[in-house]
């Protein structure tokens, strides 16, 4: 499975590789018209298959639009969607994540897997798309950056979502740097795993949603 949490764009033969179902999401209209699909991922998926070209490209990245526009938008979204058998699965709103990011207190962690698990109960789906889920807390945080420049002085703490293994988000406003020196002003200690920076016993630190 793709994982959206570092934003890194996933390899386009990987992705030609996974079952459909793996992938309905990304066939879906949700995505198929929107500038935040091409951002987060530098290229485009249309129903029919992954093609991008010179005119789309050139057309989407002259629309420009805010960070906190962006998180407004909700393009039908949230979505229930069945997925394999009688399974089913919540495509939620940019919204939705920002306010499970919101609700982490000074001193505690979340994480995208808190987050989808937290959803798939509000929404009483069996999962909740691990992908959209990413994304849109990428957008939140980006939201959150701007309207700290804007001045604003209450904002999501974006700082507080890192990943599921426990590991900083260089794809935040800021990168590791960042987000390591407010979550260590927290009270929370980091640490040097590989190339990764992690935050020492998050596991035990998880806001409850």
């Known amino acids: 499975m793709v994982k959206a949490e570092g934003f890194d764009p996933p390899n386009l033969e990987e992705i030609c590789a996974l079952p459909s179902a793996k992938i309905f999401v990304l066939r879906t209209q949700i995505f198929c018209s929107t500038t935040e699909f091409w951002e987060a991922f530098e290229y485009f998926i249309f129903p029919k298959g992954i093609f991008i070209n010179n005119q789309t490209q050139s057309r989407l990245m002259k629309t420009h639009s805010s960070w906190s526009q962006k998180l407004a938008k ?46 798939s109960k509000k929404y009483k789906t069996d999962t ?32 507080r979502t890192i990943k599921s293994d426990g590991s900083l988000n260089s794809k935040y406003p800021g990168g590791e740097s960042y987000q390591a020196r407010m979550l260590a002003t927290e009270g929370h200690k980091i640490s040097k795993k590989g190339k990764k920076q992690v935050v020492l016993d998050f596991e035990k630190k998880i806001q409850k949603l």
Do not use: R, Y
């Not at 807390?137 to 701007?146: D, F, K, M, Q, T």
């Open 74 to 119: 909700t393009n039908g979204l949230p979505k229930k969607v069945k997925i394999k058998g009688k399974k089913t699965m919540v495509v939620p709103s940019p919204k939705d994540i920002d306010s499970m990011m919101k609700k982490v207190k000074k001193g505690k962690v979340i994480t995208i897997n808190s987050i989808t698990k937290a959803l």
């Open 128 to 159: 909740c798309c691990p992908l959209t889920t990413g994304i849109f807390a990428w957008i939140a945080a980006n939201a959150s950056n701007e309207q700290k420049e804007q001045g604003k002085k209450t904002i999501t703490p974006f700082w």
